[in-house]
């Protein structure tokens, strides 16, 4: 009799498995690598860490499936050093593709992640991403466009920042915090609200991010990032390497909120953009608390809040 096998996953993730009616429950680490296996009575029968590039550093029991590294994302164990990872397979003893890059020369040819293993994750064999975002082409236009290293971080930002405004707009108390702050620094209530709404239609998909590192002309200046004044259709912004790595641009979700409202009719003079990535990204963090403190979001920007 054939074995068979039914897989049940949440969210693009393996968490269950029935084979031949034993049930293994699978438990992830924060990469999507096998951590733990559970049986039916939830006892722990395989327990595993492993080194950056996938390699296991320490296991115990036995593992009853071909997942391992980044396995619950899909990742296939064909055997211990080679996983097949669809477009391509993987090894982890040298901690490379076996096979060129399907986009290159978009993309490093034989390059994992980017040398980032414990911060990106490649689902489909073409281009490294913060876990559970997939590459920018697979669900559309893409948000940001660049061949820089810091790519899928800023497009993971961008995706965070946008869902944080819509969830802030749609909460009463997060919504009047805004207003308040806006109202505080001169903007009239009327004009708050366009500058919100056209916001929130460029948070629905509209946006077209371009990511600048040190050698375009915005970063040169020492600037966090640029965006032509009210650019109308796409939202054409640049998101400079400095916003990430400077805290002094206050992070890139305020970074990306005072640029994209530039697209909106904001301008540098008497701070306008500033207080609206000001005023946005305070009560964002002052009322969905656990933004707080993340790779995006500092949240020091609560001080801010009348």
């Known amino acids: 009799m054939a074995m068979t096998a039914t897989y049940s996953n949440f969210g693009g993730m393996l968490v269950h498995e029935v084979r031949n009616g034993v049930e293994t429950e699978y438990i992830p680490d924060t990469l999507g690598n096998l951590a733990m296996a559970l049986d039916m009575s939830n006892n722990i029968t395989y327990k595993a860490e492993y080194w950056p590039y996938g390699e296991v550093q320490t296991e115990t029991g036995t593992n009853p499936s071909a997942w391992s590294f980044v396995g619950l994302l899909g990742y296939y164990r064909d055997t211990a050093t080679l996983a097949y990872v669809r477009a391509r397979e993987y090894k982890n003893s040298i901690g490379r593709w076996v096979s060129k890059d399907p986009l290159w020369p978009n993309q490093l040819p034989y390059a994992y992640c980017s040398s980032k293993p414990t911060l990106l994750v490649d689902q489909f064999g073409f281009q490294g991403t913060i876990r559970g975002i997939p590459p920018d082409w697979v669900h559309g236009s893409p948000k940001v466009s660049s061949s820089c290293s810091d790519v ?19 909460y009463p108390p997060c919504r009047n915090a805004i207003f308040r702050c806006m109202n505080a620094n001169g903007f009239s209530g009327v004009r708050t609200h366009g500058i919100i709404d056209c ?91 656990w933004t707080n403190g993340t790779i995006c979001s500092t949240g020091v920007s609560q001080r801010l809040l009348p």
């Open 152 to 170: 899928a971080f800023v497009n993971f930002c961008f995706d965070k920042t946008t869902a944080n405004l819509k969830a802030c707009f749609n």
């Open 199 to 289: 916001m929130l239609r460029y948070s629905n998909g509209k946006s077209t991010v371009s990511l600048g590192c040190g050698g375009t002309y915005c970063c040169t200046q020492s600037w966090c990032g640029h965006t032509p004044l009210g650019s109308g259709g796409d939202c054409s912004m640049t998101i400079c390497r400095r916003a990430i790595t400077d805290p002094s641009c206050g992070g890139p979700q305020w970074t990306i909120l005072h640029e994209m409202s530039h697209c909106c009719g904001t301008s540098d003079k008497e701070d306008q953009a500033d207080d609206i990535g000001s005023c946005l990204d305070s009560a964002i963090s002052k009322y969905l608390p």
